[in-house]
Protein backbone atom coordinates (compact mmCIF):
# COMPACT_ATOMS: atom_id res chain seq x y z
CA UNK A 1 0.00 0.00 0.00
CA UNK A 2 0.81 3.66 -0.57
CA UNK A 3 2.92 5.98 2.39
CA UNK A 4 0.25 8.70 0.96
CA UNK A 5 -1.81 9.82 3.81
CA UNK A 6 -4.43 8.21 4.67
CA UNK A 7 -7.62 10.06 4.57
CA UNK A 8 -10.61 7.34 5.97
CA UNK A 9 -10.45 3.63 5.89
CA UNK A 10 -13.74 1.49 5.64
CA UNK A 11 -14.72 -2.05 5.59
CA UNK A 12 -13.49 -2.40 1.91
CA UNK A 13 -11.97 0.48 0.83
CA UNK A 14 -9.52 3.02 2.25
CA UNK A 15 -9.11 6.60 0.73
CA UNK A 16 -5.63 8.10 0.55
CA UNK A 17 -4.77 11.60 -0.50
CA UNK A 18 -4.85 12.37 -4.16
CA UNK A 19 -1.79 13.58 -6.33
CA UNK A 20 -3.40 17.41 -6.61
CA UNK A 21 -6.25 19.07 -4.64
CA UNK A 22 -9.98 17.51 -5.11
CA UNK A 23 -8.57 14.02 -5.76
CA UNK A 24 -8.51 10.96 -3.31
CA UNK A 25 -6.95 8.06 -4.56
CA UNK A 26 -9.46 5.34 -3.75
CA UNK A 27 -7.35 1.56 -2.56
CA UNK A 28 -9.63 -2.02 -3.10
CA UNK A 29 -9.05 -4.21 -0.14
CA UNK A 30 -9.53 -7.87 -0.15
CA UNK A 31 -11.49 -7.99 3.16
CA UNK A 32 -15.43 -8.33 3.49
CA UNK A 33 -17.26 -7.93 6.15
CA UNK A 34 -21.39 -8.87 6.24
CA UNK A 35 -24.19 -7.99 8.50
CA UNK A 36 -23.02 -4.76 10.23
CA UNK A 37 -19.20 -6.03 10.40
CA UNK A 38 -20.34 -9.32 12.66
CA UNK A 39 -19.02 -11.40 9.89
CA UNK A 40 -15.54 -10.57 8.61
CA UNK A 41 -13.36 -12.31 6.43
CA UNK A 42 -10.73 -12.01 3.08
CA UNK A 43 -11.32 -12.75 0.01
CA UNK A 44 -8.48 -13.04 -2.39
CA UNK A 45 -8.34 -10.71 -5.60
CA UNK A 46 -11.39 -9.53 -4.66
CA UNK A 47 -9.89 -5.99 -4.59
CA UNK A 48 -8.53 -6.37 -7.81
CA UNK A 49 -11.21 -7.40 -9.42
CA UNK A 50 -13.83 -4.77 -7.37
CA UNK A 51 -11.11 -2.44 -8.47
CA UNK A 52 -11.84 -3.59 -12.25
CA UNK A 53 -15.53 -4.24 -12.35
CA UNK A 54 -15.83 -0.76 -10.85
CA UNK A 55 -14.12 0.82 -13.48
CA UNK A 56 -15.57 -0.69 -15.81
CA UNK A 57 -18.80 0.24 -14.79
CA UNK A 58 -18.47 3.56 -13.70
CA UNK A 59 -16.91 4.12 -17.10
CA UNK A 60 -19.74 2.65 -18.95
CA UNK A 61 -22.41 5.10 -17.11
CA UNK A 62 -19.92 8.37 -17.38
CA UNK A 63 -20.64 7.34 -21.51
CA UNK A 64 -24.56 7.64 -20.87
CA UNK A 65 -24.00 10.94 -19.61
CA UNK A 66 -24.12 10.27 -15.52
CA UNK A 67 -21.59 11.99 -13.29
CA UNK A 68 -19.62 10.06 -11.23
CA UNK A 69 -16.56 10.52 -9.00
CA UNK A 70 -14.39 7.84 -11.13
CA UNK A 71 -10.93 9.65 -13.12
CA UNK A 72 -9.44 6.79 -14.32
CA UNK A 73 -7.54 3.27 -12.79
CA UNK A 74 -4.11 3.62 -11.70
CA UNK A 75 -3.35 0.13 -10.64
CA UNK A 76 -4.50 -3.24 -10.00
CA UNK A 77 -6.00 -2.47 -6.27
CA UNK A 78 -5.93 1.86 -6.71
CA UNK A 79 -8.02 4.50 -8.40
CA UNK A 80 -7.82 8.12 -8.45
CA UNK A 81 -11.49 9.79 -7.83
CA UNK A 82 -12.36 13.54 -7.47
CA UNK A 83 -12.93 14.17 -3.64
CA UNK A 84 -16.89 14.42 -3.16
CA UNK A 85 -18.73 15.16 0.17
CA UNK A 86 -20.53 12.06 1.03
CA UNK A 87 -24.40 12.27 1.42
CA UNK A 88 -25.27 10.05 4.28
CA UNK A 89 -27.60 8.09 2.83
CA UNK A 90 -27.72 4.48 0.83
CA UNK A 91 -29.79 4.75 -2.21
CA UNK A 92 -31.17 0.73 -3.07
CA UNK A 93 -32.96 -0.40 -5.94
CA UNK A 94 -34.76 -3.41 -6.28
CA UNK A 95 -36.11 -5.25 -9.20
CA UNK A 96 -36.52 -8.60 -8.02
CA UNK A 97 -37.31 -9.38 -4.07
CA UNK A 98 -34.35 -10.64 -2.50
CA UNK A 99 -32.87 -10.13 0.65
CA UNK A 100 -33.95 -7.72 3.72
CA UNK A 101 -36.62 -6.84 1.43
CA UNK A 102 -38.20 -10.34 0.67
CA UNK A 103 -38.04 -10.90 4.65
CA UNK A 104 -39.56 -7.70 5.27
CA UNK A 105 -42.89 -8.79 2.90
CA UNK A 106 -42.66 -12.42 3.45
CA UNK A 107 -41.99 -12.37 0.06
CA UNK A 108 -39.97 -15.65 -1.98
CA UNK A 109 -36.71 -14.53 -2.83
CA UNK A 110 -36.77 -14.13 -6.99
CA UNK A 111 -40.48 -13.13 -6.27
CA UNK A 112 -41.21 -10.47 -9.37
CA UNK A 113 -41.48 -6.94 -7.86
CA UNK A 114 -44.70 -4.92 -9.54
CA UNK A 115 -42.26 -2.61 -10.79
CA UNK A 116 -38.67 -1.37 -9.77
CA UNK A 117 -38.54 0.54 -5.76
CA UNK A 118 -36.28 2.66 -4.68
CA UNK A 119 -35.35 2.49 -0.74
CA UNK A 120 -33.28 4.60 1.56
CA UNK A 121 -31.24 3.92 3.91
CA UNK A 122 -29.22 5.72 6.83
CA UNK A 123 -25.27 5.08 6.55
CA UNK A 124 -24.64 4.77 10.40
CA UNK A 125 -22.76 1.73 11.60
CA UNK A 126 -24.15 2.62 14.88
CA UNK A 127 -27.69 2.42 14.31
CA UNK A 128 -27.06 -0.44 11.58
CA UNK A 129 -27.98 1.70 8.67
CA UNK A 130 -31.99 2.00 8.80
CA UNK A 131 -34.12 2.31 6.26
CA UNK A 132 -35.32 5.78 5.90
CA UNK A 133 -37.89 7.50 4.50
CA UNK A 134 -37.57 11.05 2.02
CA UNK A 135 -39.04 13.29 5.27
CA UNK A 136 -36.25 11.79 7.21
CA UNK A 137 -33.81 12.62 5.20
CA UNK A 138 -34.81 16.44 4.20
CA UNK A 139 -36.23 17.00 7.76
CA UNK A 140 -32.45 15.58 9.23
CA UNK A 141 -30.72 17.52 6.43
CA UNK A 142 -28.83 14.36 4.86
CA UNK A 143 -30.06 15.84 1.78
CA UNK A 144 -32.13 18.39 0.29
CA UNK A 145 -35.37 17.60 -1.81
CA UNK A 146 -33.34 19.18 -4.81
CA UNK A 147 -30.66 16.30 -3.88
CA UNK A 148 -32.65 13.68 -3.62
CA UNK A 149 -34.68 14.31 -6.50
CA UNK A 150 -30.94 13.96 -8.43
CA UNK A 151 -29.93 10.73 -6.29
CA UNK A 152 -33.58 9.22 -7.40
CA UNK A 153 -33.08 10.38 -11.00
CA UNK A 154 -29.53 9.28 -11.31
CA UNK A 155 -30.01 5.53 -9.31
CA UNK A 156 -33.36 4.94 -11.92
CA UNK A 157 -31.08 5.57 -14.93
CA UNK A 158 -28.67 3.65 -13.58
CA UNK A 159 -30.35 0.89 -13.12
CA UNK A 160 -32.06 0.91 -16.66
CA UNK A 161 -28.62 1.29 -18.02
CA UNK A 162 -26.95 -1.49 -16.19
CA UNK A 163 -30.03 -3.68 -16.31
CA UNK A 164 -29.28 -3.86 -19.99
CA UNK A 165 -25.65 -4.27 -19.79
CA UNK A 166 -25.89 -7.18 -17.24
CA UNK A 167 -28.43 -8.84 -19.13
CA UNK A 168 -26.44 -8.73 -22.29
CA UNK A 169 -24.30 -10.64 -20.49
CA UNK A 170 -26.44 -13.45 -19.01
CA UNK A 171 -26.59 -11.36 -15.42
CA UNK A 172 -29.88 -10.65 -13.77
CA UNK A 173 -29.37 -7.00 -11.72
CA UNK A 174 -31.52 -7.97 -8.60
CA UNK A 175 -31.12 -4.89 -7.19
CA UNK A 176 -28.50 -2.98 -5.59
CA UNK A 177 -26.75 -0.37 -3.33
CA UNK A 178 -24.87 3.04 -4.88
CA UNK A 179 -24.16 6.09 -2.86
CA UNK A 180 -23.60 9.67 -3.88
CA UNK A 181 -21.79 12.68 -3.23
CA UNK A 182 -21.44 16.65 -3.47
CA UNK A 183 -19.12 17.73 -6.01
CA UNK A 184 -18.17 21.32 -5.42
CA UNK A 185 -16.53 23.61 -8.66
CA UNK A 186 -15.88 27.32 -8.48
CA UNK A 187 -19.55 28.44 -7.94
CA UNK A 188 -21.44 25.24 -8.68
CA UNK A 189 -22.79 21.97 -7.28
CA UNK A 190 -23.74 18.34 -8.61
CA UNK A 191 -24.64 15.20 -7.37
CA UNK A 192 -22.15 12.65 -8.84
CA UNK A 193 -22.45 8.82 -8.11
CA UNK A 194 -19.25 7.76 -5.73
CA UNK A 195 -17.91 5.27 -3.89
CA UNK A 196 -18.15 1.97 -5.97
CA UNK A 197 -20.19 -0.58 -8.04
CA UNK A 198 -18.97 -4.19 -7.53
CA UNK A 199 -20.48 -7.62 -6.77
CA UNK A 200 -20.32 -5.87 -2.98
CA UNK A 201 -22.71 -4.30 -3.89
CA UNK A 202 -25.29 -6.08 -6.25
CA UNK A 203 -27.21 -9.05 -6.40
CA UNK A 204 -26.16 -10.65 -9.89
CA UNK A 205 -27.84 -13.71 -10.31
CA UNK A 206 -27.09 -16.00 -13.79
CA UNK A 207 -30.14 -15.80 -15.79
CA UNK A 208 -30.77 -19.14 -16.88
CA UNK A 209 -30.10 -21.13 -13.42
CA UNK A 210 -30.01 -18.19 -10.92
CA UNK A 211 -26.68 -18.98 -9.94
CA UNK A 212 -25.76 -16.17 -6.98
CA UNK A 213 -22.37 -14.25 -8.11
CA UNK A 214 -22.17 -11.87 -5.78
CA UNK A 215 -21.89 -11.08 -2.17
CA UNK A 216 -24.55 -13.34 -1.25
CA UNK A 217 -22.17 -15.78 -1.67
CA UNK A 218 -19.48 -14.65 1.05
CA UNK A 219 -22.69 -13.62 3.34
CA UNK A 220 -24.48 -17.40 3.28
CA UNK A 221 -21.55 -19.23 2.95
CA UNK A 222 -21.90 -20.40 -0.20
CA UNK A 223 -17.95 -21.07 -1.07
CA UNK A 224 -16.39 -19.89 -4.44
CA UNK A 225 -16.50 -16.37 -3.78
CA UNK A 226 -13.96 -15.07 -5.58
CA UNK A 227 -14.18 -17.01 -8.72
CA UNK A 228 -18.17 -15.87 -9.11
CA UNK A 229 -16.42 -11.94 -9.11
CA UNK A 230 -14.13 -13.37 -11.57
CA UNK A 231 -16.93 -14.86 -13.83
CA UNK A 232 -18.81 -11.30 -13.80
CA UNK A 233 -15.38 -10.02 -15.02
CA UNK A 234 -14.85 -12.41 -17.69
CA UNK A 235 -18.46 -11.96 -18.56
CA UNK A 236 -18.29 -8.72 -18.39
CA UNK A 237 -15.05 -8.93 -21.22
CA UNK A 238 -12.70 -7.22 -18.73
CA UNK A 239 -10.68 -10.30 -18.17
CA UNK A 240 -8.73 -12.34 -19.55
CA UNK A 241 -9.37 -15.94 -19.70
CA UNK A 242 -5.77 -16.40 -17.80
CA UNK A 243 -6.78 -14.82 -14.75
CA UNK A 244 -6.79 -10.93 -12.66
CA UNK A 245 -3.51 -11.00 -12.84
CA UNK A 246 -3.09 -9.74 -16.29
CA UNK A 247 -6.35 -7.32 -16.06
CA UNK A 248 -5.56 -4.62 -19.11
CA UNK A 249 -5.70 -0.62 -18.08
CA UNK A 250 -8.91 0.62 -19.55
CA UNK A 251 -8.95 3.87 -21.58
CA UNK A 252 -11.64 6.90 -21.49
CA UNK A 253 -13.92 6.56 -24.71
CA UNK A 254 -15.33 10.66 -23.53
P1 LIG B 1 -30.44 -5.95 1.49
O1 LIG B 1 -31.42 -6.84 0.80
O2 LIG B 1 -29.55 -6.67 2.47
O3 LIG B 1 -31.10 -4.75 2.11
O4 LIG B 1 -29.44 -5.40 0.37
C1 LIG B 1 -29.90 -4.71 -0.78
C2 LIG B 1 -28.76 -4.43 -1.73
O5 LIG B 1 -27.87 -3.49 -1.15
C3 LIG B 1 -27.90 -5.65 -2.04
O6 LIG B 1 -27.54 -5.60 -3.42
C4 LIG B 1 -26.68 -5.51 -1.19
C5 LIG B 1 -26.55 -4.03 -1.02
N1 LIG B 1 -26.06 -3.64 0.29
C6 LIG B 1 -24.85 -2.97 0.40
O7 LIG B 1 -24.17 -2.72 -0.59
N2 LIG B 1 -24.42 -2.59 1.63
C7 LIG B 1 -25.11 -2.84 2.78
O8 LIG B 1 -24.67 -2.47 3.87
C8 LIG B 1 -26.37 -3.54 2.65
C9 LIG B 1 -27.20 -3.86 3.88
C10 LIG B 1 -26.80 -3.91 1.40
Not at 26 to 43: E, L, V
Not at 61 to 88: A, D, K, S, Y
Not at 167 to 184: H, M, P, S
Not at 186 to 208: F, G, H
Amino acid sequence: MSRRRRIYEGKAKVLFEGPEPGTLIQYFKDDASAFNNQKKGTITGKGVLNNRISEYLMMRLEGMGIPTHFVRRLNMREQLVREVEIIPVEVVIRNVAAGSFAKRFGMAEGAALPRSICEYYYKSDELGDPLVTEEHITAFGWASPQDLDDMFNLALRINDYLSGLFLGAGIRLVDFKVEFGRLYTQDDMRIVLADEISPDNCRLWDTKTNEIMDKDRFRRDLGGVAEAYQEVARRLGILPESGPQEVPSAKMTA
